[in-house]
């Protein structure tokens, strides 16, 4: 069985309310059957029709009692969770985030991602702006971070090198650079609004992206 069918088998399992309670008390600890069916106000042949779902996915695991022999616990696999992951991702040279102006975005972004992360990471514009948005630069101020109010929005073409993992956070960027980027993230532009709400939710919006990518970075 491959990862990918590994990963259907058991997200198909899981898609019953009885069998998610399930995993969700065999997290905390192993449980005999009849607990289970204690814990869930289980009839002792629908707690056995699930167990038997659940280890045929591979997502439990029998042990038999060292106390009483007639007694077995269920436990999970120890690398379910891991399963279900999508695959690592090998870490780049340089994370590039784009937008269109390189002035707020992927600014912000840049600035996110170099707390996070040890992977280098720059910002660049596909039509750069005279200056940096103060309303990003507050916004980076308010959740402990630093834009420097005077550097220069550059373009994409003075910025960009061999080896960069190139993000657009911008649909205006994503679509002029026709496929030129690696990835695409929709983060809608805060400057049209231009209040601190729409600066800190495209913040929020951008710390989340990273935090989720940044996790599935294999170790260097």
């Known amino acids: 069985m491959s990862d990918i069918e590994r990963r259907v088998a058991i997200f198909a399992a899981l898609a019953d309310q009885t069998r998610l309670r399930i995993v969700d008390l065999l997290s905390l600890g192993d449980l005999s059957s009849s607990e289970i069916g204690a814990a869930l106000d289980l009839r002792s042949n629908l707690v056995a029709h699930h167990l038997r779902t659940l280890e045929s996915a591979r997502i439990i695991a029998r042990t038999r009692s060292e106390f009483d022999r007639r007694r077995s616990y269920i436990g999970l696999r120890a690398e379910v969770f891991d399963t279900l992951a999508p695959a690592s991702v090998t870490p780049p040279e340089r994370v590039l985030f784009v937008?269109?102006?390189?002035?707020?975005?992927?600014?912000?972004?840049?600035?996110?991602?170099?707390d996070a992360?040890?992977?280098?990471?720059?910002?660049?514009?596909?039509?750069?702006?005279?200056?940096?948005?103060?309303g990003a630069t507050a916004s980076a101020s308010r959740h402990g971070l630093r834009?420097?109010?005077?550097?220069?929005?550059r373009h994409i073409d003075e910025v960009r090198a061999e080896g960069d993992l190139v993000i657009t956070v911008c649909d205006d960027?994503?679509?002029?650079?026709?496929?030129?980027?690696d990835l695409h993230w929709s983060i809608p532009d805060p400057a049209v609004q231009g209040t601190p709400a729409a600066f800190d939710?495209?913040?929020?919006?951008?710390?989340?992206?990273?935090?989720?990518?940044?996790?599935?970075?294999?170790?260097?």
């Open 173 to 181: 960027a994503h679509e002029r650079l026709k496929s030129g980027d």
């Open 147 to 153: 834009i420097d109010s005077a550097r220069r929005p």
């Open 99 to 114: 937008c269109t102006a390189n002035s707020a975005r992927s600014q912000l972004a840049e600035a996110i991602w170099r």
């Open 117 to 134: 992360s040890a992977v280098p990471a720059a910002s660049a514009g596909t039509r750069p702006a005279a200056g940096v948005n103060p």
């Open 201 to 220: 939710t495209a913040f929020d919006s951008l710390r989340l992206r990273i935090r989720a990518f940044t996790s599935r970075l294999s170790a260097a």
